[in-house]
C-alpha cells in the first residue's frame, strides 16, 4: 500500500466517522447517543478490517506471500526456457527417478 492510500483511508474513516454523527443527530439522537453509535460502527468496521488481515496472515494469502510465489514461479519458469533439451530430458530422468524412489518407499512402509 502506498502512503497516499494510507492518507486516503484514513481520511474515509474520518469522514464516515463525521457524516455518521451528523446523519444520527439530524435524524434526532441525541448528541452523546449519536456519538456513542458513530464510535460503535468505527469500531465494529475496525473489528472487522482486523479480522480480514488475520484471515489473510492465517491462510498465508499476504501481499508479500503472494509476490514471493510468483517471483519463485517466474524464476524457474526462466530456468526452464533456458534449459536445452539434453538438459530437460535429464531433469525429466531425475523427476522420474525420484518418483520411483518414493513409490518404493511409501511401499516399503
Do not use: C, H
Not at 434526532?28 to 472487522?48: C, E, K, N, R
Not at 538438459?87 to 525429466?92: M, N, S
Amino acid at each position: 500500500m502506498r502512503r497516499i492510500d494510507a492518507i486516503a483511508i484514513t481520511l474515509g474513516v474520518f469522514v464516515f466517522g463525521g457524516l455518521t454523527y451528523v446523519v444520527l443527530q439530524v435524524a434526532g439522537v441525541d448528541g452523546q447517543q449519536a456519538g456513542i453509535w458513530t464510535q460503535l460502527l468505527l469500531v465494529v468496521g475496525l473489528l472487522g478490517w482486523i479480522s480480514t488481515y488475520l484471515f489473510r496472515v492465517g491462510n498465508k494469502n499476504m501481499t508479500y506471500n503472494q509476490q514471493l510465489k510468483d517471483y519463485e514461479e517466474a524464476v524457474l519458469t526462466k530456468r526452464l526456457e533456458e534449459m536445452t533439451p539434453e538438459q530437460l530430458a535429464q531433469l525429466q530422468a531425475e523427476v522420474e527417478q525420484e518418483k520411483r524412489s518414493q513409490a518404493t518407499d511409501s511401499s516399503g512402509n
